[in-house]
């Protein structure tokens, strides 16, 4: 079963920061938090992954809480591109391990 | 990440022929591959992991004799749905793990659209 919740989905007016919560109060120590998303009839495209310290790459940044229970995606100006299902998984680093997708946040950017 | 390349994007078949997708990673031996499989408005559901020289792992509910896989080589995975029926109509997507200690995760296939009429 997969191991996060999200909200089915957001709206976010083009431009503004769109803010991306994922539930994952089961993770254990050694799991890794990755987003990905996937734009309509594509394959999912990698965002960006963090284990308890918050990351920040040329997409998106990462806030984990410190209990590492939720965290947060952000797109900090969010353009119509945007738009398409966001997941967040949680799963170890160490050797192959298999993703079990949730149900994801349809996120929608407004003109 | 690895590069992928899976082919066909999309296939129209009649029910009861069989249809071959194949799952490429171009830059990165995988000895494991993963199948995927989408209905519309819904999320990705892990059919099997595909291992390089051995049987297919596959997850609970998923016919291991209608989704025949074959990791014959380090660079090519295929998922062969036989018999196929309207049911079998799904978008299919692969997935490679990335080089390394995978800092980019893993990466998918653009997915194939399989219409079985």
């Known amino acids: 079963d997969a191991k996060t919740t999200q909200p089915p989905s957001m709206d976010c007016a083009e431009g503004r920061a769109a803010n991306l919560p994922c539930n994952h109060s089961?993770?254990?120590?050694?799991?890794?938090v990755y987003w990905y998303r996937q734009i309509h009839s594509q394959g999912p495209q990698y965002i960006i992954h963090?284990?308890?310290n918050n990351e920040t790459n040329e997409m998106a940044s990462l806030i984990i809480t410190e209990d590492r229970k939720s965290s947060t995606l952000i797109l900090p100006h969010a353009t119509l591109r945007d738009t398409a299902v966001y997941y967040c998984?949680?799963?170890?680093?160490?050797?192959?391990?298999?993703?079990?997708f949730g149900t994801g946040t349809r996120l929608k950017v407004l003109a | 990440g690895a590069v992928v390349s899976q082919h066909p994007s999309w296939v129209i078949c009649k029910s009861g022929t069989s249809v071959k997708i194949e799952c490429r990673s171009l830059?990165?031996?995988?000895?494991?591959m993963f199948w995927y499989r989408q209905f519309p408005k819904q999320s990705l559901m892990l059919m099997a992991t595909?291992?390089?020289?051995?049987?297919?792992?596959?997850e609970q509910g998923v016919e291991k004799d209608k989704f025949l896989i074959n990791h014959a080589s380090l660079t090519l995975s295929t998922l062969t749905v036989t018999s196929a029926h309207p049911e079998d109509s799904s978008f299919y997507i692969c997935?490679?793990?990335?080089?390394?200690?995978?800092?980019?995760?893993?990466?998918f296939g653009s997915g194939t659209r399989l219409t079985v009429v």
């Open positions: 997935s490679v793990p990335g080089q390394g200690d995978t800092n980019y995760g893993y990466t």
């Open positions: 089961t993770i254990s120590g050694n799991e890794y």
């Open positions: 963090g284990l308890k």
């Open positions: 998984i949680v799963r170890v680093t160490t050797g192959t391990y298999k993703y079990i």
């Open positions: 830059d990165f031996q995988a000895t494991t």
């Open positions: 595909s291992n390089e020289g051995s049987k297919a792992t596959y």
